[in-house]
């Protein structure tokens, strides 16, 4: 389900803007939720279909007048895996979805959500990266999301800006 990362311009491009907003977002865990996702697929935590949620949505102000990376948790409470295959803003022309695996990085076209568990994204490992931003966005902006899944419906996520060095383990 992977399909072949950009070479030249376009890739050294996104290697320095990720590189830049990683760093400065500094490596967090999946730390304190702050309500900025949606639900889901509606049920009982005994179901046999995915029952989805998005928690610790947050972007870190960009150093990049045309790109950001941004992070958050997708939460199944099901007893059926989904797969995220998606996402879209109106506030960037492409949104893509990467992995990082020993130091590189990689675009995938997928992420699977495991039945009971979770697919996080966060500083130094999966990750959304915001091309061609239709405008900077700032600290104290929401970014509003739309993922798509394989199996269930459409989840709208309200994204915030923080500050370039937010670290959500510290909330700061």
């Keep these: 389900m992977k399909r072949p990362t950009p070479t030249g311009r376009h890739l050294a491009l996104t290697g320095i803007a990720i590189t830049g907003a990683l760093t400065?977002?500094?490596?967090?865990?999946?730390?304190?939720?702050?309500?900025?996702?949606?639900?889901?697929?509606?049920?009982?935590?005994?179901?046999?279909?995915?029952?989805?949620?998005?928690?610790?949505?947050?972007?870190?102000?960009?150093?990049?007048?045309?790109?950001?990376?941004?992070?958050?948790?997708?939460?199944?409470?099901?007893g059926t895996k989904d797969e995220l295959t998606s996402v879209s803003s109106n506030s960037a022309g492409e949104i893509t979805m990467h992995e990082t695996n020993g130091g590189a990085m990689e675009e995938v076209t997928s992420f699977e959500v495991p039945a009971h568990g979770q697919l996080v994204f966060k500083s130094g490992g999966n990750h959304?990266?915001?091309?061609?931003?239709?405008?900077?966005?700032?600290?104290?902006?929401?970014?509003?999301?739309?993922?798509?899944?394989?199996?269930?419906?459409p989840l709208t996520v309200e994204m915030p800006v923080k500050s370039a060095t937010y670290n959500p383990s510290t909330g700061h």
């Design 24 to 78: 400065l977002a500094g490596c967090g865990g999946s730390g304190p939720s702050d309500s900025s996702g949606s639900s889901g697929s509606s049920g009982s935590s005994g179901s046999s279909r995915a029952e989805l949620s998005v928690g610790a949505s947050y972007m870190p102000q960009p150093v990049s007048a045309d790109m950001a990376a941004g992070f958050l948790t997708i939460t199944n409470k099901g």
């Design 128 to 153: 959304l990266m915001f091309e061609k931003l239709k405008r900077r966005p700032e600290q104290g902006d929401t970014i509003t999301l739309k993922l798509k899944f394989a199996k269930s419906g």
